[in-house]
C-alpha cells in the first residue's frame, strides 16, 4: 500500500475492512483515550507499549482514537474497531492491529515520520 499519510502530522496509513484509510491522535483524541483507558498519563500507556504488555482493549482504543482524530464517522468507538479487519505491511490479525497502535502512539509523540521510509515493516 503507497503510502497517503503525512508523517509530519502524525498521521499513519492502514487499510480497514479493504478501505485506504489515515489515522492520527490529535491532542482531544488523546485526552478521550487518557479517560477512557483510565490512565494517570499518556506516558503510563506508551510505557506500557515500549514494555510490550498493552491490553487488546488498549490496542483497539488507541485505534479508535486515531479513527476520531481524523474525523472518520465509523470506527469511534473501541467496539467498532473489534468488529473490522485491519491490514498493514501486507499483515492482518493482532500483529496489525498492534502495528498500527504502536505507530500511531510514536506519530503522536515524534517530530518526525513514524514509518520506514523504504517500506520495510517496523513493529512498534
Known sequence: MK????PHRGEVAALVDGE?????LTLGSLAELEANLAVADLF???????????????????IAAGHRGNEYAVCKTADEVADVDIEIDGRT????????????????FSPG???PADGAAQTP
Open 113 to 115: 515520520p513514524a514509518e
Open 44 to 62: 503510563s500507556l506508551v510505557d506500557r507499549f515500549e514494555s510490550g504488555r498493552p491490553g487488546s482493549r488498549d490496542i483497539l482504543e488507541i
Open 3 to 6: 503510502s497517503i499519510a503525512n
Open 93 to 108: 490479525g493482532v500483529f496489525a492491529a498492534y502495528t498500527l497502535a504502536g505507530r500511531l502512539l510514536a506519530a503522536a
Open 20 to 24: 485506504a484509510r489515515v489515522l492520527r
